[in-house]
């Protein structure tokens, strides 16, 4: 099995990029079938969800936008634990249908907290697509409308997901070593 060394972890071969790209155009599929006739907003969100992005975008064949937004949870070097703000919407959302973009969703509370703060610019719809969901790690109820995959809840790297910042440019996932 293939393995690489992310800083001072090991990780195993998970999710070959075959798969990966098979999956994105399956969900691309299902979004241009359910958004016919209108033109979405996708929000994706950084930094992990760049490389999903691109791909999901490539395979989209409606018109749309896309926007990239950040969410700000730091005060200084210290997480607060709460997200603040959606940083970087720069396309007026109102009356549209949106689609937020995601690495990965895992306890469900930034993207719970997206979804709230997302609302209040009144946007026609809100649905949520990720590459990766952990479904027993969820804490809140969400409806993840559009996933790729869903994987157990281990520690990944790979396809835009990172290890402290590292390992964001594989095209496969990775898995970190037992």
């Known amino acids: 099995m293939q393995t690489i060394q992310v800083k001072d972890k090991k990780f195993v071969l998970s999710i070959p990029e075959?798969?990966?790209?098979?999956?994105?155009?399956?969900?691309?599929?299902?979004?241009n079938r359910d958004y016919a006739g209108q033109e979405p907003v996708f929000l994706a969100v950084l930094?992990?969800?760049?490389?999903?992005?691109?791909?999901?975008?490539?395979?989209?064949t409606l018109p749309s936008q896309i926007s990239f937004v950040k969410l700000a949870s730091y005060d200084g070097v210290s997480t607060t634990g709460k997200?603040?703000?959606?940083?970087?919407?720069?396309?007026?959302?109102?009356?549209?249908?949106?689609?937020?973009?995601?690495?990965?969703?895992?306890?469900?509370l930034t993207m719970a907290h997206m979804l709230e703060t997302l609302?209040?610019?009144?946007?026609?719809?809100?649905?949520?697509?990720?590459?990766?969901?952990?479904?027993?790690?969820?804490?809140?109820?969400?409806?993840?409308?559009?996933?790729?995959?869903?994987i157990p809840n281990d520690f990944i790297v790979g396809y835009g997901l990172d290890y402290d910042q590292y390992g964001r440019n594989t095209r496969d996932i990775y898995t970190i070593e037992k």
């Open 18 to 31: 075959k798969e990966i790209l098979e999956q994105v155009a399956r969900v691309a599929a299902e979004i």
């Open 119 to 150: 609302e209040g610019h009144n946007p026609s719809s809100i649905a949520i697509c990720t590459l990766l969901l952990k479904p027993e790690k969820l804490k809140v109820k969400l409806d993840v409308k559009y996933r790729c995959l869903e």
């Open 47 to 60: 930094n992990g969800s760049f490389i999903f992005a691109a791909d999901l975008l490539r395979e989209i």
């Open 83 to 108: 997200i603040r703000e959606v940083l970087g919407l720069n396309i007026d959302i109102t009356g549209r249908p949106v689609i937020i973009v995601e690495d990965i969703v895992d306890t469900g």
